[in-house]
């Protein structure tokens, strides 16, 4: 069965850096859109980051945008989510997800694998 599995996060002062990693297993990576979603307390699922299968294309929220970067490593089936000057604002449970058909979209539902989620907490 599929599998995404998250790790990285962790406690970090504002300004800080933090590199999520997500490890995937039972899809064909190489062909599948890569994307990160972040859920604070209280609050909806929200896009951040999406790299299509080649990794030729990304594409951020504007909330993130110029902070971080997301990247693949396909002979590994790994994604990657680089987060500089990370903000109070910033915390939050962060999600790998999958999409096997290699839609490129920042749209929850397009989405039909997800990790556990890794939390990632800002102090200011």
């Known amino acids: 069965q599929v599998q995404l599995v998250e790790s990285g996060g962790g406690l970090v002062q504002a300004g800080g850096s933090l590199r999520l990693s997500c490890a995937a297993s039972g899809l064909t990576f190489s062909r599948s859109t890569m994307a990160w979603f972040r859920q604070a307390p209280g609050k909806e699922r929200e896009f951040a980051a999406v790299i299509s299968w080649s990794g030729v294309t990304t594409y951020y929220a504007d909330s993130v945008k110029g902070r971080f970067t997301i990247s693949r490593d396909n002979a590994k089936n790994t994604v990657f989510l680089q987060m500089n000057s990370l903000k109070p604002e910033d915390t939050a449970v962060y999600y790998c997800?999958?999409?096997?058909?290699?839609?490129?979209?920042?749209?929850?539902?397009?989405?039909?694998?997800w990790g556990q989620g890794t939390q990632v907490t800002v102090s200011s």
């Open positions: 997800a999958a999409d096997s058909s290699s839609v490129f979209s920042r749209a929850v539902y397009e989405y039909n694998y």
